[in-house]
């Protein structure tokens, strides 16, 4: 099992940033990459952004190209998602999840991102 706890939500005026931090524990040498994923009020959760640990690869939701990046500290076990020009329709909860080789998907509890005008 892999254990992420989230961290670094809360209230940003637009165009403001935040950084997200998503900390894992556990068998985390079973990890392949690392995503992250939001959910607004009424919305299906959807893909943000992913880097894989071995090669740092990433890759990004067409929404958030530019604005956003994605991080590792493979060493420490964390995860960061650096948020930047933060718009209204940002506003979600920020799920961290972890993808095993055995292609097992773990999630963390999430964390809010209110953007307000």
Request: overall charge neutral; aromatic content about 12%.
């Amino acid at each position: 099992q892999v254990q992420l706890v989230e961290s670094g939500g809360g209230l940003v005026q637009a165009g403001g940033s935040l950084r997200l931090s998503c900390a894992a524990a556990g068998r985390t040498f079973t990890t392949y990459a690392m995503r992250w994923f939001r959910q607004a009020p009424g919305k299906e959760r959807e893909f943000v952004a992913s880097i894989d640990w071995g090669s740092s690869r990433t890759n990004y939701a067409d929404a958030v190209k530019g604005r956003f990046t994605i991080s590792s500290d493979n060493t420490n076990n964390m995860t960061y998602l650096q948020m930047n020009s933060l718009k209204l329709e940002d506003t979600a909860v920020y799920y961290c999840s972890a993808v095993t080789y055995g292609a097992d998907v773990h999630w963390g509890q999430g964390t809010q991102v209110t953007v307000s005008p």
